[in-house]
Structure formats: C-alpha cells, structure tokens
T-cell receptor, first 112, second 111 residues
Framework: DTAVSQTPKYLVTQMGNDKSIKCEQN?????MYWYKQDSKKFLKIMFS???????INETVPNRFSPKSPDKAHLNLHINSLELGDSAVYFC???????????FGQGTRLTVV | QKEVEQDPGPLSVPEGAIVSLNCTYS??????FMWYRQYSRKGPELLMY????GNKEDGRFTAQVDKSSKYISLFIRDSQPSDSATYLC???????????FGSGTQLTVLP
C-alpha cells in the first residue's frame, strides 16, 4: 500500500501545453510538498501546504499552481509548459511536528 | 555559498568497505538532519533522522551530527552492492519543515 503516490509517473508533452500532476498520501500527515529535481539531481522545494493552506511558495513561475482539495491530496498544475520545465517532480508529505518527510516515486516531465 | 554543501563524489568502494558521506551547512538555526537514499529513477527514501549532536545508529548506518562545526556525516559499515545509490543529506527548517538538500553523492559498491 503506497504511502505517497503520484500520477502520472511519466509525462511527455509539447511546449505550450497545460498539464497536471496528482499526489495522494495515506499517512495521515498534515503537510504536503512539491519538490523539483533538475537534470543534475538537485532537489529543491517549490511549495508546501499545511492543512490545505499554502505556507511556502518559493520563487517559482506563476505558471505553476498548486491546489490542495483536502489534507491527503496536493496537485500541481502547470500552464504554458516550457522546455526548461523538464525535470522530475516529487510530492512529499510529513507531520510537521515530526519533520520526517516521505516522498512519492516522482513524475518525470519531458517537454518537447 | 550554498546553504548545504555535500561532498560530490562519485564514490566507488569494494564490498565490505566502510563508507563515509559528508555535508556541511551554513545556517546555525538548522535543527533537523536527515539522510535520504535515492535509487535510480526512484523517489528519495528516508534513511536516518536526527536533531541533536552526536551519533545515531541503525543497523549498518550511523548518522553523526556536529552542530558546533555544522557538519553531518553518514557512515555505512560492511557496504553491500545493494547500497549503490545516490545519498542526499537534507536539513529541515522553517515552520513547514521544508527540506534543503545537498547535491547528492553517488555511491557504487563493487562486488
């Protein structure tokens, strides 16, 4: 039973398209995150939601919009995709008082 | 200067060797320290989590934190080929406990 699951696992799309990535966690955690891993494998925080409220919004183009319908779900919508958006996007969750974050398997986005 | 600097590697060792992986950090306010293991095309997997100076042991893995030097290490004893992966140090901070990662060290354990 997967703790943090993301869909899709792979996404290949053309420049200019709009796409969404979905994430669900069944750990009962109160905080969810989106991280981006670039081609050099460097992982960087993008967004964080606590109890459906956006609490971190790093310097990310406003083409990226997260949405949290409930505590267990955090989706990422990307408008007008660009070549530079190609990366692996990871969803993670934690119980903020504990701080241990658990990651999904990632969504490998390729923009052509 | 990056907030978290990690010895880049790559590192290649024979099976059974002791591996030492290291990171330094710049912000003394950082409180929570983690090591993640990431296999190729997989998500990071939490290996060790600690918040105090000193050593924490879990099987063949030992995490060491020296807050006075802002230095964290992961030791792997009796390394196995299955330990071949990228190891990422991460520091948790802020109200959301977001993680700041090192750049990762790719480890290969040769049979």
């Amino acid at each position: 039973d997967t703790a943090v699951s993301q869909t899709p696992k792979y996404l290949v799309t053309q420049m200019g398209n709009d796409k969404s990535i979905k994430c669900e966690q069944n750990l009962g955690h109160d905080t969810m995150y989106w991280y981006k891993q670039d081609s050099k494998k460097f992982l960087k925080i993008m967004f964080s939601y606590n109890n459906k409220e956006l609490i971190i919004n790093e310097t990310v183009p406003n083409r990226f919009s997260p949405k949290s319908p409930d505590k267990a779900h955090l989706n990422l919508h990307i408008n007008s995709l660009e070549l530079g958006d190609s990366a692996v996007y990871f969803c993670a969750s934690s119980q903020v008082k504990d701080g241990e974050a658990f990651f999904g398997q990632g969504t490998r986005l390729t923009v052509v | 200067q990056k907030e978290v600097e990690q010895d880049p590697g790559p590192l290649s060792v024979p099976e059974g060797a002791i591996v030492s992986l290291n990171c330094t950090y710049s912000n003394s306010a950082f409180q929570y320290f983690m090591w993640y293991r990431q296999y190729s095309r997989k998500g990071p997997e939490l290996l060790m989590y600690t918040y105090s100076s000193g050593n924490k042991e879990d099987g063949r893995f030992t995490a060491q934190v020296d807050k006075s030097s802002k230095y964290i290490s992961l030791f792997i004893r009796d390394s196995q080929p299955s330990d071949s992966a990228t190891y990422l140090c991460a520091i948790s901070s802020g109200s959301a406990r977001q993680l700041t990662f090192g750049s990762g060290t790719q480890l290969t354990v040769l049979p």
